[in-house]
């Protein structure tokens, strides 16, 4: 009979770089059809919700059907070790069988420790989307579960404190400059909520203004790797970060504030009247709901310079990556069990999800979760997963020195160019 087991990982790991370790082909090239038995251990990092926990048992379920008698032990790590505990795992030949990644950077960055699953997942192509953040090199290495994208909230109760028009947000950068003057001076909150601690948030700030920055040209270079960081538009991108910091729109103390979850219960809590946040997983539309119901607003980026193209920067969010190659059969059918239509139709329900799977219709009266959706097809990738983890890790720390004056644009657009060569 089926075990399901799961565990909580406790304990301190020493941070080990990550180095690839198994970087070639599987041998087998289907996925199983029979039955089998053993164990299939998975990491992740948790769930968030009931509505998480639910989805979580629908999967293994679902894996189940097909596999009866293997028993699925999911491994739940802390998000903010989970990278360095993986790479621990990966380095002393301790790695789970599959494990949870962000879609981008932090896939693309390890694809050398995954077996591709380009041929096996080939027939969901048309079903899903989001596939760009689950590739490296020509190969696919994982199924996007859910859209992850970085819309802009905003609590209409304070713009109308402010005396600023609820149903017309800004839409250029003039625009929500005054608009956070405003709110500044007519009532006790921050313009946006931030948390910074983790250095996170510079990346939702290029992800989230990005297409009203870049042209469509510089945009779509930047996302095949051709990137100027000393270039006139991503050195604004710097400046204008640096600058929101010095007019005051934060919250006091944002390099010290957490991300996940404080600066968001700022803006739950209506301490702060806008806040760049999440389509999914967490810190999305239905859970500001609970708190803002009628008062939550959705606005797209802002132009900030001529000849740009709004859009709303979403991609593939999560997914399982296979790194035993002996359990490679089993993944494969774990990684289409976490796309399985009926599992992410109920869990984009309860647990406010934008699933990939294109054929399931949000059903939902809460206007801003219609107001992104309408906005998907034009949708472009977010700017800050093309990057590498060298130089992701380095916005990180720069974005943390921009925000208190500790460094200058010059010099960190200098380290950014130089880390990618």
């Known amino acids: 009979m089926k075990r399901i087991m799961t565990t909580v990982a406790v304990g301190a790991v020493a941070a080990l770089a990550l180095t690839g370790c198994g970087g070639a082909a599987p041998t087998t090239g289907s996925s199983s059809g029979g039955a089998e038995s053993g164990e299939l251990v998975i990491w992740n990092w948790g769930n968030s919700d009931e509505a998480a926990e639910s989805f979580q048992t629908d999967v293994i379920a679902a894996f189940n059907e097909k596999h009866p008698d293997v028993e699925v032990e999911i491994v739940a790590q802390p998000f903010d070790q989970y990278y360095t505990l993986l790479g621990s795992a990966i380095e002393a030949g301790t790695a789970p069988d599959l494990a949870l990644f962000n879609g981008g950077t932090q896939l693309a ?56 028009d609820a149903e017309n947000p800004p839409t250029t950068w003039d625009e929500l400059t005054t608009a956070c003057e405003s ?88 301490q702060a009247a806008m806040v760049i946040g999440l389509t999914s997983g967490i810190a999305h539309w239905k859970q500001f709901d609970e708190f803002l119901g009628e008062d939550l607003g959705f606005m797209m980026p802002v132009t900030v310079n001529d000849g740009t193209t709004l859009a709303l920067p979403a991609e593939g969010g999560i ?46 009266d809460i206007q801003s979760a219609q107001d992104i959706v309408s906005e998907l097809p034009g949708s472009k990738p977010l700017l800050h997963t093309a990057l590498s983890g060298e130089t992701l890790d380095l916005l990180h720390r720069l974005g943390q020195e921009l925000l208190i004056n500790e460094v200058t644009v010059d010099d960190a657009a200098g380290q950014l160019a130089a880390s990618e060569g």
């Open 109 to 164: 960055s390890r694809a050398d420790m995954l077996f591709p699953v380009t041929e096996e997942l080939a027939d969901l192509e048309e079903t899903l989307a989001g596939w760009p953040a689950f590739q490296a090199g020509g190969e696919t290495y994982s199924a996007p579960m859910f859209l992850q994208g970085f819309p802009i909230y905003y609590n209409k109760a304070i713009f109308e404190q402010a005396g600023l």
């Open 319 to 364: 997914g399982y990556g296979i790194l035993n190659e002996d359990k490679f059969d089993l993944g494969v059918d774990w990684i289409r069990a976490t796309v399985d239509h009926d599992a992410l139709s109920a869990y984009s329900l309860a647990g406010g999800q934008i699933t990939s799977d294109t054929t399931i219709e949000l059903d939902t």
């Open 183 to 270: 709110i500044l001076a007519e009532t006790d909150v921050s313009c946006f909520a931030l948390g910074n601690k983790e250095g996170l948030g510079i990346e939702f700030f290029l992800s989230g203004f990005a297409s009203g920055v870049f042209t469509p040209e510089e945009y779509d270079a930047w996302i095949d790797g051709e990137r100027d960081w000393e270039g006139e538009h991503a050195r604004q991108v710097l400046e204008l970060w640096q600058q929101t910091s010095e007019d005051g729109w934060y919250n006091a103390g944002a390099n010290s504030t957490a991300m996940f979850n404080d600066s968001f219960d700022l803006f739950s809590g209506g």
